[in-house]
Every structure is written in C-alpha cells, then in structure tokens.
C-alpha cells in the first residue's frame, strides 16, 4: 500500500525538539522526503539518524530562522538536493511569557523575530517555487493564544494573532496557484516551551497551571499536520484549533 506523502518533499523548522521533531517523524513514516531545520546541528543529526534507520530520507540544515540570509540559503540547498518542495511546515518558535510592566523587551525582539519574521522569512522564500510548481502547502503553527489573550503573555499573543492573520491573508492570495495553507493552533503542549520563559514568577505560573491538567503530546500535533496535508488537493484544511479534554480557554 502507498504511504501517503510518497514523492513529496517536507521542511519542518524547529525540528530539534518537540512539535518539529514529532512532525519530522510522522511524515517520514508516511513516505516524505524531510529536510529537518534548526540552530542545534547536533539534534539534527540524531534526527536524521532515527529516520534514516526506519528507511526514511533526512536532509539537516542548521539555520536561524530569525535571520533572512540563512532561510533563503536552507531554502535553495533543499530544492537543491531534493528537488521540489511541496509542504513548508512553520515550526520554529518561542514562547517567552511575561508582564509588559518591567519586561525584558529583548524577549519581544526574540519572539517577533522568530515568531513572526522566520515564518514571513521561509515563506517568501518557498513561495517561487510552489508557484512554479503550480502546487504546496503551507503549514503554519500558531496556539490557542492566537485566539485567547491572558495577563503574562501579552507579546506572545501579539505573535500568535499575526500568524492567524497572515496565514488567512496569504491563502487568499495563493489559492489560484494551488497553494493551500493551514493553521494549526494547539493549547497545552509537552515541550521545551516553558524553559524559555525567563520571568521566574510567570513561568512558575504557568508550570503550575500545566500540572493540574493532562496536556497534548508533540505527537497529537504532528498527527493533525499529517492529516492536513494528506487530504485531497480539492481539500484546503485553513484551521485546526487542539485542545487537551481538560484544558478549559
């Protein structure tokens, strides 16, 4: 039986831990050429190596995706070496919770450039070819705080929301060339998110607000990026919002 993604080629950013990696996984195991992207080449490696033993392809880049010169040069070695792309998944992220009163406004620069500016970044850069391709999928994650704004994450939100918005903007703008774009916005994750976090009483916060439910696996999310791009070219799943049970907004 056919694998799903035989023949296609997947970017994942932010595939050194988490959400990325899990993706990375499920698509390879569904039949697709992966090239896995992020800063820690090292992760990458032992990434590729899991694939590669389970008869998958890996291709590593170690790019930042904050920086517009890296992403286009990922973007070339990749069509390059694997000749097409046909889904960018837009993974790469932080989450660094806090207060707007007394911030560390590097943690807004931070946020918005890898937030905001990685995902615009890979976007431009992949979109040539889809087009050329007359085909793609673009898979942009974003969160229940692109839908939900709370005190300590104010800046977060204001990443979030953007993703919502550009994505609705760009697949109003490529639909006509076969490009289809989706939304994928999860709640409560287990991952490396909340090390990031440097206000020392919010992440406190907030690690006790995740213990008194039982939150989502990287792996739900993958499953619901496989089930977006597996469906068939007439189906453009814009929005997936997921919720673990107990998780209340």
Not at 41 to 60: F, H, K, N, P, V
Not at 86 to 111: H, Q
Not at 238 to 243: D, Q, T
Request: net charge negative.
């Amino acid at each position: 039986m056919a694998k799903s993604l035989e023949g296609k080629v997947v970017i994942v950013t932010g595939a050194s831990s988490g959400i990325g990696e899990a993706t990375a996984l499920a698509v390879a195991e569904q039949g697709a050429k992966v090239a896995i992207v992020a800063r820690r080449g090292d992760r990458l490696q032992s990434l590729a190596q899991r694939i590669q033993e389970q008869g998958g392809t890996a291709l590593t880049v170690v790019a930042d995706v904050a920086d517009e010169a890296q992403v286009q040069t990922m973007v070339n070695h990749v069509k390059e070496q694997l000749g097409r792309i046909d889904v960018l998944v837009n993974n790469a992220g932080v989450m660094l919770l806090g207060m707007i009163d007394g911030a560390n406004t590097e943690d807004w620069r931070r946020m918005i450039d890898i937030n905001v500016l990685g995902l615009l970044y890979a976007t431009h850069k992949v979109l040539p070819i889809m087009k050329q391709q007359n085909s793609g999928h673009i898979v942009n994650i974003s969160s229940v705080a692109g839908r939900t704004a709370r005190v300590g994450s104010g800046v977060y939100n204001v990443t979030k929301w953007g993703v919502g918005a550009f994505s609705e903007s760009l697949r109003q703008e490529v639909y006509k060339n076969n490009i289809r774009v989706t939304v994928i916005e999860p709640g409560a994750v287990v991952s490396e998110l909340m090390e990031h976090i440097t206000d020392e009483e919010v992440k406190q916060r907030q690690i006790q607000w995740f213990q008194g439910l039982t939150p989502l696996e990287s792996e739900d999310i993958a499953a619901s990026i496989v089930y977006a791009i597996t469906q068939p070219d007439r189906v453009n799943v814009n929005e997936i919002l997921i919720r673990p049970t107990e998780q209340e907004r």
